[in-house]
Every structure is written in C-alpha cells, then in structure tokens.
C-alpha cells in the first residue's frame, strides 16, 4: 500500500476519492506521518494556454521526483482514479509485480479469474457474479502470492443500468455514492440510465 493524500476544491471530488481508495483504519491515520504521493485537484481551474508547451486550458501533470499530480481544466473525478492506476503502474514492476487494467473474482475454491478490456467492453460487468467474490472491477496488482485491489471501491460505467440486467451494480447505489456525468430530474432526483446527452460515459 501507499499512502495518498487528496487536495480538492471541490467536495464531491473528496467524497469520490473516500469512496474510491481503500480508506486507513482510526489507528492508520494516527501514524499517518508523510503522504507518499499528493493529489491536488483545482480541476474547476483552468490550465495557462500560454504557458510553454502547454496546447489546451486541460492540464494532467504527475511529477514523479516530487510525488505530485496537478490536475487543472477537467471537473472528472476519474482523472484522480487514473492517477492512482498511473502511480501503480510505475511502482509496481520495480517490486516484481504486474499491474493490471482489469477485474477480478474469486471462486468457491480460491480459484481467480480476470478480465481484461478496455473501458466499458464488461469488466465490471462480468466481474460482478453472484457466484463469485468480486475482488475488484478495474485496476489489479499480480503478486507471486495472487491478486489484489488497489481500490476500494468501484466505478461502473452506467449506460441503461437497471435492477434487471445489472442488480449487484444498482443495488450497491444509496447515499454516499458518486454519480458522474449523469442526467436525473431535479425535482424527483429520479436518475435517467438511459439519457448519454452529456456523454456515454456516464459513471456511479
């Protein structure tokens, strides 16, 4: 494990990454000490076009020597997520492991299976089984000694989502979930699965 630290602007963006990261114990927090890592979010600030070598108002920018990532220009939540994943990425084959854009389960007999694909093609999806213990529906390490989540949570794509074809997903929605990109209506806070008018990557 590493220990993250989330700066934000905004609080949905903190809600997100509470629910997203796998969160320290009481006991953790008080030996916190030094994050390893930083995430600054001001993504409601735009990037300097006229900065050198910048070509648009979005800017993404991880710095490995100071363990740093500014995100500037873009409200999406995933951005932080993706930075995790990136961080991990790195990190991981130094130590002899492979990070893995996948999801994962695990069987009645310790059996693991995942599956590899790239957004909204299933993971989650299929990683979901009743029959199954869900390990996690996104981002993987591959140890000598098995499979582990780096996430805590999930984050669904959520195109047509209902009880019907996805139960394990929208059964997992109550309050304290993010949903992202989304369109609802603002008297009855009914969510619409089925409007992508802002995008196909609706998110929960």
Same mark, same amino acid.
């Given at each position: 494990?590493?220990?993250?630290?989330?700066?934000? +602007?905004?609080?949905?963006?903190?809600?997100?990454?509470?629910?997203?990261?796998?969160?320290?114990?009481?006991?953790?927090? &008080?030996?916190?000490?030094?994050?390893?890592?930083?995430?600054?979010?001001?993504?409601?600030?735009? &990037?300097?076009?006229?900065?050198?070598? =910048?070509?648009?108002?979005?800017?993404?920018?991880?710095?490995?020597?100071?363990?740093?990532?500014?995100?500037?220009?873009?409200? *999406?939540?995933? #951005? =932080?997520?993706?930075?995790?994943?990136?961080?991990?990425?790195?990190?991981?084959?130094?130590?002899?492991?492979? +990070?893995?854009? +996948?999801? &994962?389960?695990?069987?009645?007999?310790?059996?693991? +299976?995942?599956?590899?694909?790239?957004?909204?093609?299933?993971?989650?999806?299929?990683? &979901?089984?009743?029959?199954?213990? @869900?390990?996690?529906?996104?981002?993987?390490?591959?140890? #000598?000694?098995?499979?582990?989540?780096?996430?805590?949570?999930? *984050?669904?794509?959520?195109?047509? @989502?209902?009880?019907?074809?996805?139960?394990?997903?929208?059964?997992?929605?109550?309050?304290?979930?993010?949903?992202?990109?989304?369109?609802?209506?603002?008297?009855?806070?009914?969510?619409?699965?089925?409007?992508?008018?802002?995008? #196909?990557?609706?998110?929960?």
């Amino acid at each position: 494990r590493i220990k993250i630290r989330v700066v934000c +602007s905004l609080a949905y963006h903190a809600l997100f990454m509470h629910d997203m990261l796998i969160r320290p114990t009481r006991d953790e927090l &008080a030996d916190f000490g030094d994050p390893d890592y930083v995430i600054y979010n001001a993504g409601c600030f735009p &990037a300097n076009r006229f900065t050198k070598g =910048m070509t648009s108002s979005t800017s993404i920018a991880l710095h490995f020597g100071r363990r740093e990532m500014v995100i500037l220009g873009s409200m *999406y939540a995933g #951005e =932080m997520k993706k930075g995790v994943f990136t961080i991990m990425n790195y990190l991981m084959p130094k130590l002899g492991a492979l +990070s893995l854009h +996948s999801s &994962a389960n695990e069987g009645p007999n310790g059996d693991v +299976s995942l599956f590899f694909g790239l957004s909204g093609t299933g993971k989650t999806t299929l990683s &979901a089984d009743p029959a199954r213990l @869900l390990i996690g529906d996104d981002e993987h390490v591959w140890t #000598e000694k098995g499979v582990f989540n780096i996430e805590g949570g999930c *984050y669904a794509k959520c195109v047509d @989502l209902s009880r019907e074809k996805e139960p394990e997903i929208y059964d997992a929605i109550r309050f304290g979930a993010v949903l992202e990109n989304i369109v609802f209506d603002e008297h009855t806070r009914e969510v619409n699965y089925a409007d992508i008018s802002i995008t #196909e990557n609706t998110r929960v």
